[in-house]
């Protein structure tokens, strides 16, 4: 059964903490069967012992009870310990995974899941998955174990009882499974639901800027209402189902009459059964709550499988490739320094359109190529691909005659320093946030990358300096600020092919005329793509390549392009070109 | 606890009516005990069957009565952590809707999705599971001994001669367990904050390789998660063990006792039947409670955490409303402003005016106090020193809800909900109609809609979705042009659009009427070099201001920054 599969699937993420784990979860099943047999065992001497004013037979019972009492508190240190500590341990080797398999997650794939889903996933499944390994599993184990221990027990002492008992638990048992049925349908339905409420969460804080601009707060608290109360009403459904469900948790008294009317009969015929009368009445507990825990217990691990199986399906994503597979017809690679892209395609797999095709072009080793064109053209897809982020349909991607298919993707991205169009920084301190993935470097290095990014003065005027850490998004900064700080780590990179997407479109004049001259020497004897709206940026430029709708329209050098008199490129330049006023002369 | 109680309103009394249902229930438990040693006195006694038999009978009775009742409890319960839940999380959203800026720039939203929801998640148990059991089982354990007690004084002395000293052994292991949960939660917190910048941040992440910190740190909260959870566990150990242990004395005691009194004839063996039934109620609470008081702390503790979402401070209401032909529209008079919690002030002494229907420019190096001059004149946050008026009277004078109808604003981040598009640009104004958000998009450049797969109803996708940048910017300009305020305040909203593309939006957004007061932030001075007024910002100061030929003549930082960006643009030799 595939719940079956889940279920070891599960298990096996104990890892290292597998053996104390199970000795837990076994043990305290064990303590639980072991208290109960001897329990019983007591009770009927016990009851001998009385029925037959024998004191010394009483004496041995209480002795008996005493050393159970014994036994029970010391197994249950150690098992329980051994259980909690286990189910800890397991949850981390979960967590760790999931986190390691997320981020190793393609784009394209990881683009199909909405953020609050995946948010949702990762907080509550894996909450989940740990309460199973906490609860669940001990559960199950007092049931499998002490609970189907005590059915044997209760036949050994009296077939005719022991049957009598299981049927009637048995029945009470059967009433309750029409209802499991609803019961995981709502869970489940509650659960997205959850996720829902959550993912609106999120955008109401991340938003709170443009809510509070536009009034739009009844709108958002409308929408989240909403979906509030949808969640509220599964939940209350699933209420009705639980307590429906409940009934059968007094079923030990129910048995326990069917059971003396019954011994009620055959004691007045037969006196001796009255020991064994009392040990099964001890034991009607265990079996009734074998049977009511039963369905809880079902109805529970469905409830955990289904969180279990959501993570999986995290899990079980390809992770990237550590090499971008070839494509099919792909042309062999041109021998030669320098980055060239031949024949390559590419389609989003949310969009319908090519989004890039038939790019061919090459920049020679310490060129400089400028891409321009109308947002959307395709300019940030064609970086994305080059750093291999995602998998071209067609065509291939070389660097000094290498292809991108010949090598670990982790290495080939450390061939590139790429600036993207928004600077992303992390929460993290701005040291950490320059150096990156790379190994330390010492602070001189990181002080010289933020001097030559013009980052190094404003860094120290930050509470903490280089040592300050950044809010969620860099709240704390400046956009311009934040452009400066990923300037820095591309210096720092000091990698063979940059790459900047407009990198500094949203620095102001002045520091973005610094910023340049620190380009300027970076860019120098090393192989730039850029992406630029700035026609001084573009001007420098060894070619320029005028990206439309996922094509290469046009290309040349500036004059050459600008002597196409109705060339898109001519007319991107005048729309932009200001004649300058000359600067005053007194 | 308390404010808890207070926050559920009238609906306590679902609880009131659930905590009744399980007094009945404890009642009905400690009557069932009672029948059930009757019952058994009469078998061992060798009573006439029919007597046997009508005991049996009241006995069902009380079955039944203690079923419905713990029907009801569930039932009951199951409502008040609903609808206590719904409350508690439209109250939080409704608090962070209306949070002042100031207050959501402390919180991390990782922060507040935890608290909704693992924390949210500890508190439904409270409230539904946890609470509910502690009443009922001590009640019912009360019951009981009550019961014990009006038999046989001393057998139940004896029985619960301990239990002072279990209360007392299992609330001092306890103790420790609420903040060691407060602690796990937190640095599962932390984790969370790791795991959403991994995604939002996949595409950086990933080209730079930074991955493998990532993981480090996150290993780090968990190794952190790890430690007190263990420590955590180690310590329920010892109360579970310490429980069962001193929860087996009072049974020992009762066979001990009982026995012998059931053989010196002081004790009916049915009575004692019953008492060794009841000691069962006495003994397994305490087995269960030590565990119940360990996640009732650990509930309370995340119930903290929720219920500070609700302090969340508010932006304040009232106010009036200003004048918009009032002389000037918009007037900075020696404005000082520094953001709480910063040291240094964004904007120092800064004056200048708008007059209505002017387009007015801010420029200058980025972090200069240009972004700040806009959070305030939608009246987020308020200038320590100086004032600022709109309309002829002060931000802080305003409603603020006045204030933000007149004016429209797009952000540097263009934050979009994940909508369609068509509901994104509603969202300027709600009563929009369809013409009118066409519209919009047509006046901010938007004609690549109509090719999208479902068009206008194009899902956006939250942060980094399915558009690029510069589309993401239109649409967040169509949503203020659709507003059609008399104030638009353009916070770079155009740094992701091509030269061509941003000539087209000024020029449409500059046409529509002349009436209309335009105050932007930029850096690509050609831009704004024909607004009516270029607002020069350095460290926060204004150095100058003029029209772009008077701050060429002045030669001054503007004239630099000028000559710097053209040297740049001039054609080469």
């Given amino acids: 059964m595939r719940n079956w599969k889940n279920l070891r699937r599960l298990l096996s993420y104990a890892g290292d903490a597998r053996r104390q784990y199970m000795s837990g979860i076994i043990g305290i099943g064990l303590v639980n069967l072991g208290v109960n047999a001897l329990f019983a065992e007591a009770l009927a001497l016990f009851t001998k012992g009385l029925m037959q004013e024998d004191s010394h037979g009483l004496l041995f019972s209480v002795v008996l009870f005493v050393a159970i009492g014994v036994f029970a508190t010391v197994a249950i240190l150690l098992a329980g310990r051994a259980l909690v500590s286990g189910s800890s341990r397991a949850e981390r080797h979960v967590r760790s995974a999931v986190f390691t398999a997320v981020s190793r997650i393609p784009l394209d794939a990881l683009q199909r899941y909405d953020p609050g889903d995946i948010q949702s996933r990762l907080g509550n499944d894996v909450a989940a998955i740990g309460q199973f390994y906490a609860q669940t599993m001990q559960l199950l184990s007092n049931l499998m174990i002490g609970g189907l221990g005590s059915i044997a027990l209760a036949l050994i002492i009296d077939w005719r009882s022991g049957l009598l008992i299981i049927g009637a638990a048995s029945l009470l048992f059967l009433i309750t499974v029409p209802l499991l049925g609803p019961l995981k349908r709502h869970a489940e339905t509650a659960q997205s639901k959850k996720a829902e409420v959550l993912g609106r969460t999120g955008q109401m804080t991340r938003g709170n800027f443009i809510v509070r601009a536009f009034n739009l707060q009844d709108w958002v608290l409308h929408g989240f209402t909403s979906a509030s109360l949808a969640q509220r009403h599964e939940g209350l459904l699933l209420g009705w189902y639980d307590a429906l469900r409940s009934l059968t948790d007094n079923m030990a008294d129910v048995v326990s009459l069917v059971l003396i009317a019954y011994g009620a009969r055959r004691v007045a015929i037969d006196p001796a059964f009255l020991p064994q009368l009392a040990a099964l009445i001890q034991l009607v507990s265990e079996v009734t709550m074998f049977f009511s825990q039963l369905s809880s217990l079902l109805t529970d691990l469905q409830v955990k499988l289904a969180s279990a199986v959501r993570v999986f399906d995290l899990l079980d994503e390809s992770p990237e490739p550590g090499t971008l597979p070839r494509p099919p017809f792909v042309r062999e690679p041109q021998a030669g320094p320098g980055l060239c892209v031949d024949d390559l395609s590419f389609v989003y797999r949310t969009k319908e359109d090519a989004a890039l095709q038939d790019i061919s072009f090459s920049v020679a080793a310490g060129h400089r190529a400028a891409f321009v064109g109308p947002s959307g053209g395709g300019k940030s897809t064609l970086f994305k691909l080059i750093l291999g982020l995602y998998q071209p349909r067609r065509g291939t991607i070389t660097v000094d005659g290498h292809s991108i298919y010949d090598h670990e993707l982790s290495a080939w991205r450390s061939q590139f320093a790429y600036v993207p169009q928004n600077a992303f920084v992390f929460s993290d301190t701005v040291y950490a946030n320059i150096v990156g993935g790379m190994p330390d470097p010492g602070i001189e290095r990181v002080e010289q990358a933020a001097r030559a990014a013009n980052a190094h003065d404003f860094i120290m005027q930050l509470p903490n300096a280089y040592q300050t850490v950044l809010q969620e998004l860099g709240r704390n900064l400046s956009g311009g600020q934040k452009q400066r700080i990923a300037i820095a780590r591309a210096l720092l990179q000091d990698a063979p092919v940059l790459l900047l997407d407009e990198a500094t479109a949203s620095l102001d004049a002045e520091s973005e005329h610094e910023v340049q001259g620190a380009l300027e020497n970076l860019m120098r004897g090393r192989t730039t793509l850029v992406i630029a709206h700035r026609l001084s940026t573009i001007q420098d430029a060894d070619t320029i390549y005028y990206l439309e709708r996922g094509r290469l329209v046009e290309r040349g050098t500036h004059e050459e392009l600008m002597a196409h008199r109705d060339g898109p490129y001519r007319h991107l330049v005048e729309a932009g070109l200001r004649i300058p006023s000359p600067p005053s002369d007194s | ?573």
């Fill in chain 2, 1 to 573: 606890m308390k404010r808890l109680l207070r926050q559920s309103g009238s609906l306590v009394w679902l609880f009131i009516a659930a905590a009744i249902a399980g007094v009945t229930a404890s009642v009905a438990t400690v009557a069932s005990a009672h029948l059930f040693g009757r019952a058994w006195s009469f078998i061992t006694g060798k009573q006439p069957q029919d007597v046997t038999i009508s005991v049996i009978r009241d006995w069902t009775i009380v079955v039944v009565a203690g079923m419905t009742a713990t029907f009801l409890r569930k039932l009951l319960a199951s409502q008040f952590s609903e609808r206590l839940q719904a409350r508690l999380r439209e109250r939080v959203a409704a608090r962070l809707a209306h949070a002042s800026a100031g207050a959501m720039q402390a919180w991390h939203s990782g922060e507040i999705s935890s608290r909704m929801s693992g924390d949210l998640f500890h508190v439904e148990q409270l409230v539904r599971n946890d609470v509910p059991q502690f009443i009922v089982q001590s009640l019912t354990a009360v019951l009981a001994a009550t019961y014990m007690f009006m038999h046989n004084w001393l057998l139940t002395l004896a029985s619960i001669a301990v239990t002072p000293l279990l209360l007392f052994v299992s609330s001092l292991l306890a103790k420790p367990l609420g903040p060691l949960a407060a602690a796990a939660q937190a640095d599962l917190a932390q984790a969370s904050v790791t795991v959403q910048e991994d995604l939002a941040g996949a595409e950086v992440a990933r080209a730079a390789g930074m991955n493998g910190v990532l993981q480090h740190r996150y290993e780090n909260s968990l190794d952190h998660w790890l430690n007190h959870s263990l420590e955590a566990a180690r310590q329920v150990a010892k109360l579970y063990s310490a429980g069962t242990a001193l929860s087996l004395v009072p049974f020992v005691v009762v066979f001990a006792a009982g026995g012998w009194m059931v053989l010196r004839g002081r004790l009916e063996f049915g009575m004692l039947i019953a008492f060794i039934q009841l000691v069962n109620y006495l003994s397994f609470p305490f087995q269960e409670m030590p565990r119940l008081i360990g996640q009732i702390h650990a509930g309370t503790a995340a119930a903290a955490r929720v219920l500070e979402l609700l302090d969340v401070p508010q932006e304040r209401t009232g106010g009036i409303t200003g004048n918009l032909d009032a002389k000037p529209l918009i007037k900075f008079r020696h404005v000082t402003f520094t953001y709480p919690g910063t040291p240094q002030p964004q904007l120092r002494d800064v004056s200048f005016q708008v007059v209505r229907g002017q387009k007015v420019a801010l420029v200058g190096a980025s972090g200069s106090g240009k972004s700040t001059v806009i959070r305030l004149l939608t009246g987020e946050y308020e200038p320590q020193a100086g004032e600022l008026r709109v309309g002829g009277v002060t931000t802080s004078e305003w409603s603020l809800q006045a204030l933000r109808t007149v004016m429209a604003v797009v952000d540097q981040d263009a934050f979009l909900f994940d909508d369609a598009i068509r509901t994104n640009v509603a969202s300027g104004r709600l009563d929009a109609s369809g013409e009118e958000i066409s519209a919009a998009l047509e006046a901010a450049q938007c004609a690549f809609v109509p090719g999208l797969p479902q068009g206008i109803e194009t899902s956006v996708g939250e942060a980094g979705g399915s558009l690029s940048g510069g589309q993401r910017q239109r649409i967040a300009l169509a949503r203020a042009l659709v507003r059609n305020t008399p104030i638009l305040l353009l916070d770079e909203a155009t740094s992701a659009l091509d030269n061509q593309m941003e000539q087209d939006v000024y020029t449409a957004i500059t046409h529509g009427t002349h009436d209309r007061t335009i105050i932007a932030v930029a850096h690509r001075l050609s831009t704004v070099k024909d607004f009516d007024c270029i607002v020069v910002f350095e460290d926060g100061q204004v150095v100058e201001q003029g029209t772009h030929e008077n701050l060429l003549k002045a030669g001054g930082l503007y004239a630099r920054l000028w000559s710097m960006q053209h040297m740049q643009e001039a054609p080469h030799a």
